[in-house]
């Protein structure tokens, strides 16, 4: 069983915080890793990819991935209330199948 | 450019009835998956088409579940009959060929009664 692990939260941070939001997987030979962003409500919305060990870095978004670690991380800096949702990390496991974490709910306060 | 479209938005049935969700992926994305999604859960793949073809149905019950991709475009996922636990958001999402990044539809948010 393929899977992928994350803190259900929620993490509360207060608005202008950095928020840190983790996965680890457990097939090692994963490829490429997707964070989503989910209102509540609303369907998932793809909002960060990566492909190789290091960060990648979008606006304020940043992801790290440590294949060596089978981890995933997605910093949000200056967080915003807008922000508050559910984070969803995702593996490819092959053959363009993706496997879903269950999500981390992230609460920012004004 | 249009996203995935998906209808209905909500359907609210009765066990035992039919029901069916439809499809339209994003122009030019010939790979579509159909997903489930429970309460506090991750999504999780029902079957993946490459055009009209169904590549990966592992994970559909196919006892009362089945999806067809004619013309490679559009899709409909159905179910029949319905039970009580396939009350779920089904959500369609699309890809293009050779890439990873799949984007989703709106969803259907199923209700059985």
């Known amino acids: 069983q393929k899977e992928v692990e994350q803190n259900s939260g929620p993490l509360s941070v207060p608005e202008g915080a950095i928020a840190s939001l983790n996965c680890t997987y457990s097939?090692?030979?994963?490829?490429?890793f997707f964070w989503y962003r989910q209102y509540s409500g609303k369907s998932p919305e793809l909002i960060m990819s990566?492909?190789?060990?290091g960060d990648k870095e979008d606006g304020r978004f940043t992801a790290q991935l440590n294949k060596a670690s089978q981890y995933v991380s997605l910093l949000i800096r200056d967080s915003q209330p807008s922000d508050s949702a559910t984070y969803l990390c995702?593996?490819?496991?092959?053959?363009?199948?993706?496997?879903f974490g269950k999500g981390t709910m992230l609460l920012v306060s004004p | 450019e249009a996203g995935v479209v998906q209808s209905p938005r909500y359907k609210i049935i009765e066990k035992k009835q039919p029901v069916a969700f439809w499809c339209n992926p994003i122009?030019?994305?010939?790979?579509l998956y159909w997903y489930r999604q429970n309460l506090g859960q991750g999504p999780e793949l029902l079957i993946r088409?490459?055009?009209?073809?169904?590549?990966?149905d592992s994970q559909l019950p196919k006892d009362r579940f089945s999806a067809e991709r004619l013309k490679g475009v559009d899709s409909t996922l159905k179910i029949q009959p319905a039970e009580l636990g396939d009350s779920a958001v089904y959500l369609c999402?699309?890809?293009?060929?050779?890439?990873?990044?799949?984007?989703f539809g709106p969803g259907t948010r199923l209700t059985v009664l």
């Open positions: 999402a699309s890809s293009l060929g050779g890439s990873d990044e799949q984007f």
């Open positions: 097939d090692r030979v994963s490829q490429s």
């Open positions: 990566i492909y190789s060990n």
């Open positions: 995702a593996v490819n496991v092959g053959y363009s199948t993706l496997t």
């Open positions: 122009s030019g994305h010939n790979t």
């Open positions: 088409y490459e055009n009209e073809e169904a590549v990966d």
